[in-house]
């Protein structure tokens, strides 16, 4: 006899045992969580920037949790890495970013390679950093931590002018928790300021991180550094005035692929500018011309007449009374006067004379460029 219940084991699938675990990849949570971080690839690949606003606390959480994701499982295109930057109050710009993660393993200081210094004593400052020592109105954190956010800032400000670089008064301004200079390089200049990462937290450890933050602008090269366990921000001074350094090449570069684009069109509108001008002038002598033409059409068809009136007072001679005859006598004199008055072949016609065209004279011929310039 068969027991029943071996029976319909037999067609139905295998027991799952009591204590199994479904991989963390296969639960339904982490496959929504990938297909939106795979969608949120998409969109910033596209679009270059996606802005999270109108959200709630919890979905906010979710869409940084869904970040998390993305760079823990190698979602990130190769040689891109998501950054998130406050936007809009409580919400999120999200892009993508050049490089590794200033944080990353690779941006740590190289064994051997030299540290900048940075002093134990708040003495023979660079000026800047005396007017922030200062200035009580910045640098607004406890005292331990202001203290250390100068001496960074001095380490950072000697290390800057032993390389050659210009350290100055921060253009920009600051809310008063944060302090900084702008170091110049080649003409152009990057704010760096130093701020307490997380004033509001009760947590010792948390409470007495730094940040320290190159101004980003437009540029989406890494711009904020971090007290972590595996690294100062004593070791990463070298590192933050590395990508000072970088940004001022990349910068210069831009600068002069600028001018260049700038000649290359100054010599384009100058091209168009010639042969609107020519143009211009070629379409005076044309409307000379042809008024020229027009005046001989009608003098042609005047001079016709002409010969037909004189044809018709020599048949009427004799036969229509004699005071009319002289009548049409002078008024074909008058007329035949006037032919040789309009007619333009009369004399052997000169060269016309022709003006420097306005702006306006020019437009036409331009293609879209302006008469005042390649702007």
Known sequence: MIDD????????????????????????VARARRAKAQEL??????????????HDDDELAEWRRVVNYAKRHGLEPAGKRI?????????????????????????RPKEGRALVPVPSRLG??????????????????????????????????AEAVRRGHEVRKAGSSFYPREGGVDVAVDDFAY???????????????????????????????????????????????????GEIEARAGDDTRRRQDEQQARAEREVRWQVAMDVAREQAVREQLAQVLREQAGCWQEA???????TALERRIGELDGAADESALESARRWLQWVRGYVRSIDPLSRLPEMPHTHEPTPEELKPYLRGWSPHGPQ
């Open 300 to 306: 042609a068809v005047l001079s016709a007449y002409c």
């Open 124 to 157: 023979h400052l660079h000026p800047m950093v005396t007017a922030l020592k200062d200035d009580e109105s910045r640098l607004v954190m406890p005292s331990t931590l202001r203290r250390r956010s100068l001496l960074l800032l001095q380490g950072l400000a």
């Open 191 to 241: 704010t760096v300021t130093v701020r307490q990462e997380f004033p509001e937290s009760t947590d010792p450890e948390r409470s007495a991180r730094l940040v320290v933050e190159i101004a980003h602008g437009l540029t989406d090269r890494p711009g904020r550094w971090r007290d972590r366990k595996t690294r100062t921000l004593e070791e990463a001074l070298g590192v933050i005035l």
């Open 5 to 28: 219940d071996s029976s319909a084991s037999d067609d139905s699938e295998p027991a799952v045992p009591a204590n199994f675990r479904m991989p963390y990849g296969e639960r339904p």
């Open 41 to 54: 690839i998409e969109r910033l690949v596209t679009e270059g920037r996606v802005r999270i606003n109108d």
């Open 83 to 107: 950054e998130k930057v406050p936007h809009g109050g409580p919400g999120l710009e999200l892009f993508l970013a050049e490089g590794p993660h200033p944080n990353a393993r690779s941006q």
